[in-house]
């Protein structure tokens, strides 16, 4: 069980291709790909992200709170068996900073702790803060009974500056998602979440940015968003259940009155989503 942690300030920008083309040519001047990224070619992320059967956790990150946690569990590659090594991610935003801490675990340890709230198996060598953070995913999971609720993922290109690998910037395109088959190892299958013309960059530092990009921001026209992932997919799923209901309405009243019952099971069962 190893322990990762992060401490900063996020931003989000939606671009169109014109100024996603513009942010890739002037990038290498000043950033280097990171580790994940393969001879610059990019990579993609997998993610399970955890929630209430409510959908708590989201719905609070949406109502813009001061505080707010989310749990996924994330890896860079589908599983190719229990043993594949993932990441459980414990993401705080507190007034505006940052705060992810992260353990690496083989995919069974993750999901055997996710499933049944028993801490994974800590050697004598593990750290103290490994031990505390799992523990704080223990109290999360318990106290909400958290539970797999959406599969996200997207091809991602990324870059760190070559004088502070702290400050990164990411490219995420053909974000899609699923509320199926919630596993890893199923792949990258899903609904588009944004239109494949669009791409989220997201700025992450601990400091002020450099002038060059706040001049290349200003000369393309890209102007900070809010947006969460997780937090998109939510808002499209809620508008799907409720336009589901309202075509179970008419079908209901007439339902009442005896007429076409079984238009209206069907419609019933296509609601429990």
């Not at 801490?101 to 996710?114: G, H, I, K, Q």
């Not at 909400?144 to 870059?159: M, N, Q």
Request: charged share 25%.
């Amino acid at each position: 069980m190893a322990l990762t942690t992060f401490r900063r300030h996020e931003k989000k920008y939606l671009l169109n291709h014109e100024q996603w083309q513009a942010m890739m040519a002037l990038l290498p001047r000043y950033m280097e790909p990171d580790s994940y990224d393969r001879g610059g070619a990019g990579y993609t992320v997998y993610n399970i992200y955890f929630d209430t059967p409510q959908h708590d956790l989201i719905r609070h990150s949406l109502s813009k709170p001061s505080f707010k946690e989310k749990l996924r569990l994330r890896s860079y590659e589908v599983p190719v068996d229990e043993k594949a090594p993932v990441f459980l991610e414990l993401k705080k935003k507190i007034c505006g900073t940052v705060s992810k801490r992260r353990l690496m675990l083989p995919l069974s340890a993750a999901m055997t702790f996710t499933a049944t709230g028993e801490l994974p198996a800590v050697s004598e060598e593990s750290d103290w803060q490994s031990r505390q953070v799992a523990s704080e995913i223990q109290y999360l999971l318990s106290r909400h009974s958290l539970a797999p609720k959406v599969f996200i993922s997207y091809e991602r290109t990324a870059y760190f500056c070559r004088n502070d690998q702290r400050f990164r910037i990411t490219f995420d395109r053909n974000l899609i998602s699923r509320r199926n088959q919630i596993d890893l190892r199923k792949g990258r299958v899903g609904e588009l979440i944004i239109p494949e013309d669009r791409i989220l960059m997201e700025i992450k530092t601990v400091g002020a940015y450099p002038l060059w990009l706040t001049r290349q921001l200003s000369a393309a026209g890209i102007y900070p968003t809010s947006f969460s992932k997780y937090g998109e997919e939510y808002r499209q799923y809620v508008h799907r259940v409720q336009a589901v209901k309202q075509q179970v309405r008419p079908f209901s009243e007439k339902a009442a009155s005896g007429d076409h019952p079984k238009d209206f099971e069907g419609l019933s069962h296509a609601v429990q989503i």
